[in-house]
């Protein structure tokens, strides 16, 4: 998506959290050193603290959370809501649900609930798919049927990565509800990804209960499992004598609790024979959480994939969620050290896909940190969670062992909650962005920091949900339509307090190898269509291809597919533009030759950021070619840019908005709508993350 530029970001950045809540957001113009920024309302919602903001009618109405999310964090705050309300207002109403759980109309009750939105941005400033049919209803509704309701809204957004759609769909789903004649309770509140988000969320959520705190009366008033479905290794094979020798070592080696602890866990441990490490058969449990129902083990193996709960009420894996043979797996580069780029190749004779599209990837936690967490908790790493009795808050699968539920089902490598760091810290005044964000710091860190036991239930309701994985699908489907490259690079660096770090998805896609024996690992994944991503249906429009690291993912695919269709017929002009770190970084050079002989490309530039005596990035690239841009542009060619969000895609944006105003002798405000036409035409495509 299309970004209001470096310049704007830079502005952004240099105010607080709380600015950036209460800024105003209407034709007011922003001044930096070299630019004028003209924010228009169609983008920029008119902020809250303009608006009406109501006093609750009632202090026992109850409460429904209702969320739209893409990628799961709203959903993981919705939740988080919904259990620190629980145990704020245990008497208190409550229920949570997704957009799509109800038709539109069905969803709302107006003067029976107090109305909770939770929602984040997709696409290009496009709502969830799983509230695109409420939403759309939502902003279509003519009549002012929503007297009585009353509501609040959290938005999650991206200021860094994309500002120009930042927080958009909350942002016009709390106008819109204003304007049928619904009744706003709290201001509404905008995460920022860019920023700290969890932080963001953490201030609202408090805003929230303490609003509802105010109308509060005091207290004082009234299937079979095969053996290609299951590791069966040595670390895995561990009796409870063995766990109980682990634990004690863990106790030793962190201390013991303090009395006020010791009190508290008597009071929080119940009976739980043949799954308890202790001598006495009791297991932690929670002060905060309802307790999960164990059952001792049945084996100690351990299922690679969760493909057995397809078409369960336990069903983990999105429908379409297919399993992909892995045919290569290889680092591209010759030197390119621990962070190069990888290429793995996906089988799987009955998916579909296009050019552009998305793979969707489950991953799975490192299994040295999965044991680290089971090393310190209490019970059989191979009981299982029972199918029933369970707390109807519980969200992921039953039936699995808990070593099975912490590798698939939670992200051990996620940040933990304020609130949850909170509790693992013992502290309500932790500064979370310096001690917790900005550092990386894991759960993990924290319980060994301030050497705490945690019960299962503890770690299981906070921990965040592990969330699939999306990747750029680099091949075409025209050349190869049963299989799937990827191309990855794995994230592995150390934090600012020197522990290391590896991003979750990519260690696990590169411990996935291929011997050519006919034998395959596998991977769980599905195909999420890309359909405003294609090349255009005449293969004479001209052709712009930018893209920096593994954004050369996509860029990829295209090409490969302009190769097939060299053979068929005549091809317009295309011009690559692609960035490496360095020489040693630089992967695809011969395929890219390649298409140039056939005619697939006209000419490629490569530029590398260090390693070289003449590095440069590739937004100077396209600066130094400004003319040929600009004819491009003109000329109706289409672009395609790929790569991170929040420093190559916003520095070539800006280097768009310099040609523009250069060559188009535009000034800035012209210059950014002229771009922004040319994404509502689908003449800029982009494909961006980080």
Not at 22 to 35: E, G, I, M
Not at 392 to 418: F, N, R, W
Not at 626 to 637: A, N, P, Q, S
Request: aromatic share 8%; net charge negative.
């Amino acid at each position: 998506m299309f970004t209001l530029g470096a310049a704007k970001r830079r502005l952004f950045s240099q105010v607080s959290n709380i600015a950036k809540r209460n800024a105003l957001r209407d034709d007011n113009v922003l001044h930096s050193a070299k630019t004028i920024l003209t924010i228009r309302p169609d983008v920029w919602m008119q902020k809250s603290w303009l608006s009406t903001v109501k006093a609750l009618s009632s202090n026992n109405q109850p409460i429904k959370i209702l969320y739209a999310s893409q990628t799961g964090t709203a959903k993981l705050f919705a939740h988080l809501l919904n259990e620190e309300l629980a145990s704020k207002y245990p008497d208190r109403e409550l229920s949570i649900s997704e957009w799509k759980d109800a038709a539109p109309e069905e969803l709302l009750e107006p003067k029976k609930a107090l109305h909770v939105f939770l929602t984040s941005v997709a696409g290009v400033g496009e709502p969830p798919d799983n509230g695109r049919e409420f939403y759309n209803w939502i902003m279509s509704k003519s009549d002012s049927s929503l007297s009585g309701l009353e509501y609040a809204v959290f938005g999650l957004g991206s200021s860094a990565g994309h500002a120009a759609y930042y927080n958009v769909i909350g942002k016009s789903l709390d106008k819109r509800l204003e304007e049928l004649g619904a009744s706003r309770v709290l201001e509404i509140g905008l995460g920022d990804d860019g920023d700290c988000i969890e932080d963001d969320f953490d201030s609202w959520m408090e805003g929230f209960v303490n609003l509802l705190k105010e109308k509060t009366p005091d207290d004082g008033e009234s299937r079979d499992v095969g053996v290609e479905d299951v590791i069966d290794d040595e670390a895995g094979k561990m009796d409870v004598v063995q766990q109980r020798e682990q634990l004690q070592l863990h106790q030793i080696r962190h201390g013991s609790e303090s009395s006020e602890m010791k009190e508290r866990l008597e009071e929080a441990k119940v009976k739980c024979p043949g799954v308890a490490l202790s001598d006495d058969e009791m297991r932690m449990t929670s002060n905060k959480f309802p307790s999960l129902k164990l059952r001792p083990r049945e084996s100690e193996l351990v299922r690679k994939h969760l493909f057995h709960l397809n078409e369960s009420p336990d069903q983990f894996y999105a429908d379409g969620t297919v399993r992909f043979d892995v045919i290569g797996n290889k680092l591209l580069g010759v030197d390119a050290g621990e962070t190069g780029i990888h290429e793995l190749k996906l089988a799987n004779p009955q998916m579909t896909y296009e050019t552009g599209d998305h793979l969707v990837v489950y991953p799975q936690n490192s299994q040295c940190i999965v044991e680290a967490y089971l090393d310190m908790l209490d019970v059989d790493r191979h009981a299982i969670i029972a199918e029933d009795g369970q707390p109807i808050t519980y969200q992921y699968p039953k039936g699995l062992t808990v070593y099975e539920t912490m590798t698939h089902c939670v992200d051990l490598g996620a940040l933990p909650s304020p609130s949850f760091a909170r509790m693992i810290t013992g502290r309500k005044d932790i500064d979370y962005k310096a001690e917790v964000a900005y550092p990386r710091r894991t759960a993990l860190d924290l319980i060994l920091q301030y050497d705490r036991r945690l019960s299962l239930e503890d770690l299981l309701f906070q921990v965040a949900p592990m969330k699939p994985r999306y990747y750029s699908i680099a091949s075409s489907n025209i050349k190869h339509p049963n299989e799937i490259r990827l191309v990855y690079r794995r994230v592995k660096y150390v934090s600012k307090l020197g522990m290391l770090r590896e991003g979750i998805c990519t260690n696990y896609l590169s411990h996935k190898g291929y011997l050519g024996t006919g034998k395959y690992a596998h991977i769980a994944a599905y195909v999420n269509t890309n359909a405003t991503f294609r090349l255009p249906k005449s293969t004479e429009t001209p052709l712009l291809f930018i893209a920096g690291g593994c954004g050369v993912a996509p860029i990829r695919g295209l090409v490969e597919e302009r190769v097939a269709l060299a053979q068929s017929g005549k091809l317009g002009p295309a011009t690559l533009y692609i960035g490496f770190r360095s020489p040693d970084d630089e992967v695809y050079r011969q395929r890219f030759e390649e298409a140039i002989h056939v005619g697939a490309l006209t000419d490629a530039h490569m530029t590398y950021s260090s390693g070289s005596s003449d590095k440069s990035v590739v937004s100077d690239a396209v600066l130094q070619h400004g003319d040929r841009v600009w004819k491009h542009f003109e000329d109706g060619g289409v672009t395609f840019l790929c790569g991170g969000a929040r420093a190559f895609g916003a520095a070539v944006e800006s280097a768009f908005l310099n040609i523009v105003q250069e060559h188009g002798k535009k000034d800035f405000v012209a210059a950014e709508q002229y771009l922004r036409t040319m994404i509502k035409n689908g003449r800029l495509m982009n494909d961006l993350a980080d």
